[in-house]
Each structure stands twice: as C-alpha cells, then as structure tokens.
Nanobody
Framework: QLQASGGGLVAAGGSLRLSCAAS????????MGWFRRAPGKEREFVAS????????YYPDSVKGRFTISRDNAKNTVYLQMNSLKPEDTAVYYC????????????????WGQGTLVTVSS
C-alpha cells in the first residue's frame, strides 16, 4: 500500500516536498516513481528511482527543478519540487515497480491515491 502526502497550494516559484510511505517489508526491492495528472490531460511521468537510489530519471519538463529520493529504512520515497510553475498543477501519484525502474505507467504495479498540488500564478 502506498500513501502519498505533502500536496497543497503554493505560489509560483515556491517549493513543496511530497512523500510516499509504503507498507510492507519489500519496499527496498521496488523501483519507485512519481507521475502526475493535470486536469484534462493524461497521466505523465515525473520522476523515478531505482531500488538502491543509485539511478534517477526525469523528463525535461522537471529536470533541474524536481529531485526524487528514497529512504529505505523509512519505507518512504520523496519528491522535492522547487521553482514550481502553474503548469505543475496536478494530482501527483507515487507508484512501485517490481521489475525495473521505468518511465511508463504500465511498468508500475502498485499506485497510491494521489495528492493534489496547486501552483498559483
């Protein structure tokens, strides 16, 4: 089970940190990812991290502004979001993948319920 939190309302240029707490003893063996869905749009990839934390991936739209990290001792993955823009407004979802770290929704096996991020201009 994945529980995302940390969303809220922030002004453009501000920062937020999302957290995703996982239950279960095998968290450290899963690759983790963050995706988002803006109103009227498809779910899109935001960031992913390998089970060890040694590899991370980002699309160009957030590269340099967002940072994904994980703490396997706490069964938690984080998404630090800086220099937020109104176009970052979306529901953010965390996801877990058994097999490999990926950038596509179909590569993930488990999904959290989402947390809303609203960036005002």
């Amino acid at each position: 089970q994945l529980q995302a939190s940390g969303g809220g309302l922030v002004a453009a240029g501000g920062s937020l940190r999302l957290s995703c707490a996982a239950s279960g003893r095998t968290f450290s063996t899963y690759a983790m990812g963050w995706f988002r869905r803006a109103p009227g749009k498809e779910r899109e990839f935001v960031a992913s991290i390998s089970w060890s934390g040694g590899s991370t991936y980002y699309p160009d739209s957030v590269k340099g502004r967002f940072t994904i990290s994980r703490d396997n001792a706490k069964n938690t993955v984080y998404l630090q979001m800086n220099s937020l823009k109104p176009e970052d407004t979306a529901v953010y979802y965390c996801a877990a993948a058994r097999s490999r770290v990926g950038t596509k929704t179909w590569e993930y096996d488990y999904w959290g319920q989402g947390t809303l991020v609203t960036v005002s201009s």
